[in-house]
Each structure stands twice: as structure tokens, then as C-alpha cells.
């Protein structure tokens, strides 16, 4: 456990089926499950600007320098996001490709994989987001399993900020989207039929402002993250029909 003592600086990404990736800066390292080894496994390409703070943290989480997080897709295949850039790390030969530029907005908060979700083709996805006050029309992007790109559904002018994430329900065969951040636009909502529809089940309130939500048995439970009250882990109750489309 020595290591666990020197890893300063390092970021995890994702777990990997023996071990965890990390990054520290734009080099990518593998670490055992125990951290007890590490290696290097290969880059992503820096831009200009990161070469020239690349020796100073502080100015590196300002300017949100480096790799940020990464979704594991396929059999050594990962994504890995970088500033508005998402690239794809092969492991184990340690290619790294451009696969992705954000049109709209920063990096997304995180990337996810759906697989094996009724009506929902195997994927990765993530949802737009920037500031976006004024509640322009937001974007959620999947990836299918050959590399393909492409807007899945669109959220219409007015309706939420941005997307927080977006998480795979294989039991309710939906996939959850978190939207913020205040007023009308903070929400849970349930994506169906590989996104033809997108129901708010929890929205409008900071109660319902979150970044996180997970399954226990039969229950979902969620965590807020609002600076206007008191954050609180809850329980999302579904009534018999919550997700059924609305009547015409």
C-alpha cells in the first residue's frame, strides 16, 4: 500500500476489469485494484496551453487542464474526456484518436454506457452542458456501437440549463436524465424507446437537483447538490403509472 502514499496528482477515470485508469495531466497510467503497481500506458495530445501551466495544479483545475473522467465502451476501448474533446483510449496497445468535439458547451459532466436496456440501443451517451441561462435548447448525444455520433433528442428552448447525467435503469427499462439548475429547470425525467420520449417525473424544484441517483432493490434513491438548501440523499417513490406517456 506504499504507493496509495505518492500518488499526488493522479486522477482516476474508470475502473478497469483488473485495475483503475488514471491520468495524471494528459498521461494515461494503470494502476492494480490495490495501487500497488502503476504504469504508463500512453497520452493524450496536449494543446499549447496546457504545456504552459502543465507544472502548476492551481492553475491546471482553473483552466480544467487534463483529462477529466473516462467510460469504459467496449473491450479495451475507453472514452476519455479532455476540455471540449472526447478521445478514445485503446488498451492494451495504448491508441489514443480524437473520437468526438463537443459542438455546444464545455466537457459533459460525465459520460455513461447503456447496455442491455430494453427498447435502447448498446451506447454511450452524455447531455450538453454549460451555464446556459438563458435555457437555450439542449442536447443529449449517444455513440453507437460503430463509432457513430448523433443527437438522440433535443430538449426544446425553455425547458432546462443543461444536462447533469444520464443513467441506465435495466430493471425499468428507461434511461434517467438529471437536469439543472434552478427553477422549472432542476429535474429528474425518464428517457424511453432509445429517446422517442422523455417524461419529467421529479422536476421544478431544488429538491430534485442532483448529479447522482442509484438503485437499491427495488428502490431509487438520489443525492442533491443545490446551494440554496439542505443537501439530502432521498428515495424516489414511483406510483403505479408514473411512466406511462401522458393521455392526449
Known amino acids: ?31 492494480s485494484l490495490d495501487c500497488s503497481r502503476l504504469s504508463r500506458v500512453g497520452a493524450v495530445p496536449q494543446p499549447s ?12 483545475r482553473i483552466f480544467r487542464l487534463g483529462v477529466r473522467f473516462g467510460c469504459r465502451i467496449a473491450e479495451g476501448g475507453y472514452l476519455l474526456a479532455e476540455r471540449n474533446r472526447i478521445w478514445l483510449l485503446e488498451l492494451p496497445s495504448g491508441s489514443v484518436r480524437l473520437d468526438h ?12 454506457r447503456i ?18 441561462l438563458a435555457k437555450e435548447r439542449v442536447n443529449l448525444w449517444v455513440r453507437n456501437q460503430h463509432g457513430v455520433w448523433r443527437v438522440a433528442y433535443t430538449f426544446p428552448q425553455g425547458t432546462i440549463e443543461h444536462v447533469h447525467g444520464m443513467i441506465p435503469d435495466k430493471s425499468r427499462g428507461v434511461v434517467w436524465i438529471l437536469t439543472g439548475d434552478f427553477g422549472d429547470a432542476a429535474g429528474i425525467w425518464a428517457a424511453r424507446g432509445d429517446f422517442s ?30 446551494p440554496l438548501t439542505t443537501n439530502s440523499v432521498r428515495t424516489l417513490i414511483l406510483l403505479q403509472g408514473a411512466l406511462d406517456s401522458p393521455g392526449p
Open 197 to 226: 420520449e422523455v417524461l419529467p417525473v421529479l422536476v421544478g424544484k431544488q429538491d430534485f437537483r442532483c448529479c447522482w441517483l442509484a438503485f437499491s432493490g427495488d428502490r431509487i434513491i438520489y443525492a442533491t447538490v443545490s
Open 115 to 132: 447496455q442491455d436496456v430494453n427498447g435502447f440501443e448498446d451506447c454511450a451517451c452524455y447531455g450538453e452542458y454549460w451555464e446556459n
Open 101 to 112: 468535439v463537443v459542438q455546444r458547451g464545455s466537457r459533459p459532466l460525465f459520460i455513461s
Open 1 to 31: 500500500m506504499k504507493l496509495l502514499r505518492t500518488m499526488r496528482g493522479y486522477r482516476p477515470l474508470t475502473f478497469l476489469p483488473d485495475g483503475i485508469l488514471l491520468a495524471k495531466g494528459y498521461e494515461l497510467y494503470v494502476a
Open 49 to 60: 496551453a496546457a504545456r504552459a501551466v502543465r507544472r502548476s495544479r492551481t492553475l491546471e
